[in-house]
Nanobody, 120 residues
Framework: VQLQASGGGLVQPGGSLGLSCAAS????????MGWYRQAPGKERELVAG???????NYADSVKGRFTTSRDNAKKTVYLQMNSLNPDDTAVYYC???????????????WGKGTLVTVSS
């Protein structure tokens, strides 16, 4: 199982950026999906999560600005980021709890991370 994230880059303050993360491999089902970020000198933190049923939760710092969604058929999770500010600069990681084929439990998998830089 592998996760491939894409969509990072440089954006000006107030701008928008979208991230996506697709899973591939011998996948039976995907449970929760989420996005985390790690800024320089800081610990990794949860940004947004979405359950298999579509229930979402967000860090207080991004509520009202970020939206996460998922496409189960495409095994993909998305993060739409609006009204970005320099404090959003970080490496963004996706995480999925995936039940692989021939096992009966879920395992957390992480993408490699994609850098988002908010700067003028």
């Amino acid at each position: 199982v592998q996760l491939q994230a894409s969509g990072g880059g440089l954006v000006q303050p107030g701008g928008s950026l979208g991230l996506s993360c697709a899973a591939s491999g011998s996948i039976w089902s995907i449970n929760a999906m989420g996005w985390y970020r790690q800024a320089p000198g800081k610990e990794r933190e949860l940004v947004a999560g979405i359950t298999s049923g579509g229930t979402t939760n967000y860090a207080d710092s991004v509520k009202g600005r970020f939206t996460t969604s998922r496409d189960n058929a495409k095994k993909t999770v998305y993060l739409q980021m609006n009204s970005l500010n320099p404090d959003d600069t970080a490496v963004y990681y996706c995480k999925m709890n995936i039940r692989a084929i021939v096992v009966n439990y879920g395992t957390d998998y992480w993408g490699k991370g994609t850098l988002v830089t908010v700067s003028s």
